[in-house]
């Protein structure tokens, strides 16, 4: 039975990381996106962040996305007084999205959610071999 319940937890993992996966997606996607109205917000990058949480059915411990927040950091500033969206000094706020920060986040979501998958093969494979002893 710990077997099924490190399965439930790896695929807790998966689907926490699979959210983050979209959210990241979501930040490359819009990173470029620009205010259209003078003194308007350009996109804001969006955060994931985890908790912990008591899976009752299992008496385990998983793992959930808490929130989905706005990074409250600072936007970027681009001289373009011809744009719609520029200040009276001709400057533009652009996204506070670092693609390649977002680029690093994806590889280490990709690489938690592979972790997650392996384990649940090798469980997976464990009760295979364990099912096939006890029938010989």
């Given amino acids: 039975m710990d077997l099924i319940k490190a399965i439930k937890i790896s695929a807790s993992g998966m689907k926490a990381q699979g959210v983050r996966l979209r959210v990241i997606s979501e930040n490359i996607a819009n990173s470029?996106?620009?205010?259209?109205?003078?003194?308007?917000?350009?996109?804001?990058?969006?955060?994931?962040?985890?908790?912990?949480?008591?899976?009752?059915?299992?008496?385990?411990?998983?793992?959930?996305?808490?929130?989905?927040?706005?990074?409250?950091?600072?936007?970027?500033?681009?001289?373009?007084?011809?744009?719609p969206a520029a200040d009276k000094d001709g400057y533009v706020s652009t996204p506070n999205v670092n693609n390649l920060i977002e680029m690093m986040d994806m590889r280490e979501a990709q690489r938690s959610y592979s972790a997650n998958l392996d384990m649940i093969d090798s469980s997976k494979h464990m009760i295979e071999r364990t099912i096939d002893l006890l029938r010989n």
């Fill in 32 to 83: 470029n996106s620009l205010a259209e109205t003078p003194g308007g917000d350009p996109y804001r990058r969006k955060l994931v962040s985890f908790k912990e949480q008591l899976d009752k059915s299992i008496g385990a411990q998983t793992v959930g996305v808490n929130k989905v927040e706005f990074d409250q950091s600072d936007f970027g500033k681009r001289y373009d007084p011809t744009h």
